[in-house]
């Protein structure tokens, strides 16, 4: 398919002359002759073959000559080694075809990479009478043709950055992203759309919602393009497509079928495989993205007919986007309970911290590692960059990307009164690399152990960045001469699956811990600062949220804090047994929190809206309850009680001169309320050193020392 996005140089006399002077303008004057290098100060350390191999353009057109210069140099720019063999042997296969009849291509830009690549097999077969190596040439040749030919593409197109069917930041600066755009290293390819009328739609629709601000290049690129490009796979299997846009009447069936086509895995294929499943929530963004789409289409109609012209959205009706709207289904909230997805328990972070040095050790050396199992021997995996970011996200909760992006400069000293706060310990203010919520905090506080890390890290970039330093504290290590780029999200990615492999981390309950998956590290962190008792707009600020809201989404409810803080707050009844009630009545008592449910000496557990009809008598009733924060209260009541029964009865025999009757309704309540207390007193007795939490006692999870330093070296 021939590319739309630049028009081929010779469509327009006097076109080859204008491209190759504007190339040439952003050229050095040494990088503009025929034979580049020569004269290049660094050669040799700016070329991928480290020799002093000369770029050879002679004998090409000046358009392709100053193309193929344009992208060399864009090499250069972009902090790539100079590829001078793929680009020197792509001149001679272009040389070679103006001499032997075969049609030379009018510019890189305009034809296609299938094309170009054609040509290069040929030429190389003619030469060397054998197919190129497709790990040698033709591999060093895609590369040449990835990267530097969208920039080249970028370069020579006139019209708006959208109009083009690859959009990557990387390759052209036209396209607009907010500040540490996390996803800014990754493109999309919204020209791929099968139908011309929906390419442009998809492409025209999104460009401008980028540009607005109303999406993010991450929710384009990550959600957007490939919703779209389903439902453009899904029309081109419709005998009509346009029906489903211009007829009406049809669309609410067209709607459910395109639902039901979306929710099979086959059709939502993944780096070429198939989906293993199709979430309702996956499925219900691809239809509001559809909606939005016909919706944007309906408010700009005018503007729709001079961009795209004559289509098939002319027949779009002002109910089409609330008739899609209808097919997204209702998604049921599970309750947030934490699993295994969600949450790292001591066992695993155990674990974590154990084979941490080899993910930072060279590749040529071993790490010895204690397992239940025994000794394992585990290979360095030679990235102490990745070893330090997954330390850094277990410490603070960060997200993958707000560490990634971090700034090398990211430590600040803390306020006076923080400081004050901290009672001596260390503590710095951290700027991580808030991406997520434009209006969200980007700061925290941080102890010496992160200090400790972010240091370390800094000392590495200086030693591995010596002349030109690095923007970032955890820069690219490959084709990133002048520190500018961030640590790659799928090279991460991939170190992070692979180090999950070798030192194969389970959980208590015996599953595997896929460390790729790094929010569970923020689930985690927050669930336990919440579980310390951390007020919740504490915890927001922490976790760089703008609203409680999403703070709380993000707390796991654990059964197991849950049932250890439970525990932690027995209650006894009157006969001296425990209570057993639900969590509904634990949380009751603290929705209820009122001065006529706490007594001096326990709760009541009458529900609010019954009345009393036992006076005084709490100790034999049904709903009291007590604990041992109620210990002393009780002592002194009982004794009080005691002291009070024995000066009643000597009162009574000195009066009457006999022994007060023992159905004396009197003497009956207080040794009723006496055998209540002396039961109660017996069985808190029973349990002595039980954590207490209730009547404002602290309780909740025990803490577990992790020792996460003793792998980092002694900075001297």
């Not at 996200?393 to 400081?419: H, K, M, N, Y």
């Not at 009672?423 to 808030?434: L, P």
Request: positive net charge; glycine residues 8%.
């Amino acid at each position: 398919m021939t590319s739309d996005r630049v028009v081929p140089l010779h469509a327009a006399p006097g076109h080859g002359s204008a491209t190759s002077a504007r190339l040439l303008a952003d050229l050095p004057a040494e990088w503009r002759g025929k034979i580049i290098g020569p004269g290049i100060d660094g050669w040799e350390t700016i070329t991928d073959s480290g020799r002093s191999h000369a770029l050879k353009l002679d004998g090409l057109p000046p358009n392709l000559r100053a193309e193929i210069a344009w992208m060399a140099h864009w090499q250069l720019r972009d902090g790539v080694q100079v590829a001078v063999s793929a680009f020197g042997q792509l001149a001679a296969a272009l040389a070679w075809s103006g001499t032997a009849r075969h049609p030379l291509p009018a510019s890189l830009a305009g034809t296609p990479r299938e094309d170009l690549l054609k040509l290069y097999t040929t030429w190389f077969h003619a030469v060397h009478n054998r197919f190129p190596s497709p790990t040698g040439g033709r591999r060093r040749l895609e590369h040449v043709l990835r990267y530097p030919r969208l920039a080249l593409e970028a370069r020579l197109h006139d019209g708006a950055w959208w109009e083009l069917d690859t959009w990557h930041p990387r390759c052209d600066p036209r396209i607009p992203l907010r500040d540490r755009e996390p996803t800014a290293s990754e493109g999309c390819s919204p020209g791929t759309a099968r139908l011309p009328w929906a390419r442009s739609a998809i492409k025209w629709y999104l460009g401008l919602q980028l540009q607005s601000g109303a999406l993010a290049w991450s929710t384009i690129a990550g959600r957007r393009v490939p919703s779209l490009l389903r439902f453009d796979r899904w029309l081109d299997t419709l005998e009509e497509p346009a029906v489903a846009i211009r007829d009406l009447s049809r669309a609410g069936r067209l709607a459910a079928s395109y639902r039901q086509w979306a929710s099979e895995p086959a059709n939502r294929p993944s780096d070429g495989r198939p989906a293993r499943s199709a979430s309702a929530r996956k499925v219900n963004d691809d239809l509001r993205a559809v909606a939005e789409l016909m919706a944007f289409v309906l408010d700009n109609r005018q503007e729709a007919a001079r961009v795209m012209g004559p289509t098939p959205w002319d027949g779009l009706a002002d109910a089409h986007p609330a008739v899609w709207l209808r097919q997204v289904s209702r998604v049921r909230n599970q309750p947030p309970l934490v699993g295994t997805e969600h949450y790292v328990d001591d066992h695993a972070l155990a674990q974590i911290s154990t084979c941490l040095p080899m993910l930072g050790e060279p590749r040529t050396q071993t790490v010895t590692v204690q397992s239940g199992a025994g000794p394992r021997v585990l290979v360095g995996r030679g990235d102490p960059q990745a070893m330090r970011m997954l330390l850094l996200q277990v410490l603070t909760g960060r997200r993958a990307s707000e560490i990634r992006l971090c700034v090398f400069d990211c430590l600040s000293p803390a306020t006076d009164r923080a400081i004050e706060a901290a009672e001596g310990e260390e503590v710095a203010r951290f700027h991580y690399a808030q991406s997520k919520i434009d209006s969200a905090p980007d700061t925290i506080l941080v102890d010496a152990e992160v200090v400790a890390v972010i240091e370390e890290q800094q000392q590495w970039v200086r030693e591995n960045f010596p002349v030109q330093g690095a923007r970032y504290l955890f820069p690219q290590q490959i084709a990133n001469a002048h520190g500018t780029k961030p640590y790659g999200k799928s090279t991460y990615g991939r170190v992070l699956r692979e180090f999950s492999e070798q030192a194969n981390v389970m959980d208590s309950a015996g599953n595997p811990v896929r460390l790729s998956h790094t929010h569970r590290f923020r689930h985690t962190k927050l669930t336990r600062l919440a579980e310390l008792g951390l007020p919740v707009h504490v915890l927001q600020r922490y976790a760089g949220h703008s609203n409680p809201t999403m703070s709380m989404h993000y707390v796991a409810r654990r059964e197991e804090h849950a049932e250890q803080a439970f525990l932690a707050t027995r209650k006894f009844k009157a006969d001296g047994t425990q209570v057993t009630f639900s969590q509904e009545d634990h949380d009751g008592m603290h929705l209820f929190d009122r001065a006529d449910r706490f007594l001096p000496n326990g709760f009541c557990l009458l529900p609010p809206l019954q009345r009393c009809d036992k006076g005084n008598a709490c100790l034999t009733c049904s709903v009291f309850v007590t604990d041992a924060s109620h210990l002393d209260t009780l002592k002194r009541q009982l004794a009080e009680t005691t002291a009070l029964i024995e000066r009643t009865t000597a009162q009574f025999q000195n009066r009457h001169g006999r022994p007060m009757p023992g159905d004396n309704v009197w003497l009956l309540q207080r040794s009723a309320e006496r055998e209540a207390l002396l039961k109660l007193l017996a069985s808190m007795q029973a349990n002595p050193g039980r954590a207490i939490q209730g009547a404002g006692g602290p309780g909740g999870p025990t803490s577990v020392s992790i020792d996460l330093t003793r792998h980092r070296k002694t900075q001297p």
